[in-house]
């Protein structure tokens, strides 16, 4: 089952996160399907691909809650 997660990259005690597609077994930092955006964690600067986004959840991918409240906060998709 694909999800829409964070994949940590950055450096130690610096975190930023790459938004990304992958399979839900794949460890943490492994092999994605597809990058779809960024975020960062101390600054709280982000971007995100929204056409790629939309694309993938049309699809059936489900975002991780971290995720679904980052699109939720950038207007991305509405509140259920």
């Known amino acids: 089952m694909l999800k829409l997660r964070l994949k940590r990259s950055g450096r ?3 975190p930023s996160y790459r938004l990304v597609v992958m399979e ?3 460890r943490r930092d492994g092999r994605p399907v ?3 955006g960024y975020y960062n964690a101390i ?3 982000s971007y995100f691909d ?3 986004i ?3 959840l049309n699809h ?3 975002p991780t809650q971290t995720v679904l409240n980052l699109l939720k906060k950038a207007n991305i ?3 259920v």
Request: no cysteine.
């Open 12 to 14: 130690k005690k610096q």
């Open 24 to 26: 839900n077994t794949t």
């Open 34 to 36: 597809e990058q779809v």
């Open 43 to 45: 600054t709280k600067q």
């Open 50 to 52: 929204v056409s790629k």
């Open 54 to 56: 939309k694309k993938w």
């Open 60 to 62: 059936g991918v489900k």
């Open 77 to 79: 998709i509405e509140e």
